[in-house]
């Protein structure tokens, strides 16, 4: 079964609008900790944000943020004032468990903004 | 910069070679990981290396092998390679503290076999 879901697999936003990104997972572990990366063009891995499952308030990072709904299994990233280098491929991860665990991610979802 | 170094950044091989892409984890992470990232298979975990031992294993070939060294540097072998084999290979690092222990790739190395 997927461990990470993402259906949506482009978006187009408008430059200093917000974007959602949904994600959902599938675990029966009750500690793990949910991720955002960005990928842009040239490839590399770029952190952006983390969810403890035990956390008890929404996670913040500058202009991102991590809409966590645990009952329905969803950690949706929502990027507000997108800005042109943004556009990149977005991906959710999951660790299950407290320690240095693999990740599982989903397949990504492509962000372009508009100008 | 993520502090994780990776070489080469590009690999172009043909069908049947053998290769061997490197790491270095961020300073103090004694935690490896290997990922590949293809078309078709998305990003996928291989192997987890912790302080010189093999910590988990993914969906690595057996064709694929890896080791961590005294220094904490690892190593990804590829070998009998197959067109299927063409990605991009990604290591990471982390320390191991507290829950968070985030990730943090290297800018990967592309491998193309022709």
């Known amino acids: 079964a997927q461990k990470i879901t993402q259906t949506q697999p482009g978006m187009f936003v408008q430059e200093k609008e917000a974007v959602t990104l949904d994600c959902t997972y599938d675990t029966s572990d009750p500690s793990y900790g949910l991720f955002w990366y960005k990928q842009p063009s040239s490839g590399e891995m770029i952190f952006l944000i983390y969810q403890g499952s035990y956390d008890q308030q929404n996670a913040t990072e500058g202009r991102y943020s991590l809409n966590f709904q645990k009952a329905r299994k969803s950690a949706n990233l929502v990027i507000s004032a997108s800005q042109l280098g943004d556009s990149a491929m977005y991906f959710c991860a999951m660790r299950e468990g407290q320690g240095d665990y693999k990740l599982s991610f989903g397949a990504g979802t492509t962000v372009t903004v508009r100008a | 910069d993520s502090g994780v170094t990776q070489t080469p950044k590009h690999l172009i091989t043909a069908t049947g070679q053998r290769v061997t892409l490197r790491c270095s984890p961020r300073?103090?992470?004694?935690?490896v990981y290997w990922y590949q990232q293809s078309l078709d298979q998305g990003l996928q975990f291989l192997i987890q290396y912790y302080n010189g031992e093999e910590r988990a294993k993914g969906n690595i070939l057996e064709r694929f092998s890896a080791q961590q060294f005294p220094d904490l540097h690892s190593e990804l072998n590829l070998s009998s390679l197959e067109l299927g084999d063409s990605a991009l290979y990604f290591c990471?690092?982390?320390?191991?503290?507290?829950?968070?222990?985030?990730?943090?790739f290297g800018p990967g190395t592309r491998l193309t076999v022709l």
């Open positions: 300073s103090g992470d004694l935690s």
């Open positions: 990471a690092s982390s320390v191991r503290t507290g829950s968070r222990n985030e990730q943090f």
